[in-house]
């Protein structure tokens, strides 16, 4: 094994023990260096992280139990028609796992994560908890809204920290998220171009270590991989590229995606962990830091189910199908999940129309049993090499 292939190697393990972490050791060893530190939940899918990096505490991207943590407690508190997120996050903050989070925010992504919200301010009235809601127009009414919910959560923020947030402190927490959405859309363009290069089983882990180091260590872990992934010899095989499409909250297990890429697929574009990539592009420097970031949320936004589009909804999917060379979508949604089964028929017809074969399936974030899910994703890459549709 060569030095570069064992540098590789030992990174995706580090960045795959933090996947597997439930107990989020990389989070409590950065507040135990230095006493005093505080560090602040995020539920899916989108908050700009910036706000807390400049309020000097630690965001932290709390994704659900996975298949790493056994729903016991969580079970109680939540019907079982609706997504396996909320127990699995239940259950983490019951049994002591999410302990030490100082504060939590609940992004209004649907009427789960807002009842998810209520839940956590019943059990822990002792930490703070706010409920973030996007706007949903993209007019002045939206801008003002969005400006006014980003201003009250920054003074909280202040509050909790025990000191305002400064716009030039914000300006350079920013440049540093600046820095990682680049380096993560590079990721995902050296993808797109040669994915066996990078692989969605490793970009994905490595983007997951964002969810709990600072950015500034995730910004040198992202240069790492591209660097060593980018050198690799590796060789393409003739797996069929496709597109997944419906994971941007509830993630599917790790196993999930493997297992597509063992059935024949390159995953050449996707919607998982989607906060890494809401917002297109930088959010440009000003001297109004906070309105530039809602500025730019409101304006370069990507499509999402959460997000309301009154107009071309799938649009956008097809556009970006295009731009990958995609020969197929994997519909791949969690069970039960609200935004994205009912954009779902939207999406399939406007794929249909371009003539872009489809299948689909769904899961839930602790699927053990993925043979089925293989078999379905093998015989569409199948039909796709040997007859061109699906």
Known sequence: MSESTAELQSLLKRAEALYHDMHFGAVRAWKDAEPGRRAVGILPVWFPRELIHAAGMLPVSVMGGGDDVEIIKGDAYFQSYICH???????????????????????????????????WQLLFPDRPAWYFDMPQSSDAIGRRFCGRELAELRDALGALAG??????????????????????E?????????????????????????????VEEHNAMLRSYAELAGGAERHAIDNARVVVVGSFCEQPPLNLIRTIERAGCYIVDDDL?????????????SDDPLDTIVGTFIDHAREASFLYRPADKGAELVQGLEACRAEGVLFCAPSFCDPALLDQPMLVEAVEEAGIPHTSFKYAENTGQFQVIREQAGTFADSIKLWGAA
Request: charge should be negative; glycine fraction near 6%.
């Open 163 to 184: 000191s305002s947030i400064e716009d030039d402190v914000l300006r350079e927490s920013v440049r540093l998220y600046n820095e990682n959405r680049r380096l993560v």
């Open 186 to 214: 590079a990721l995902y363009e050296t993808r797109r171009e040669r994915p066996w290069l990078c692989p969605t089983s490793e970009l994905y882990v490595v983007l997951r270590a964002g969810n709990v180091l600072p």
């Open 85 to 119: 997120l909320p127990r699995s996050t239940m259950e983490m903050s019951l049994n002591g796992g999410l302990d030490m989070l100082d504060a939590m925010i609940f992004p209004s992504i649907c009427d789960v994560i807002r009842n998810l919200s209520g839940m």
């Open 273 to 285: 962990l989607l906060g890494n990539r809401l917002v297109r592009g930088d959010v440009p420097d």
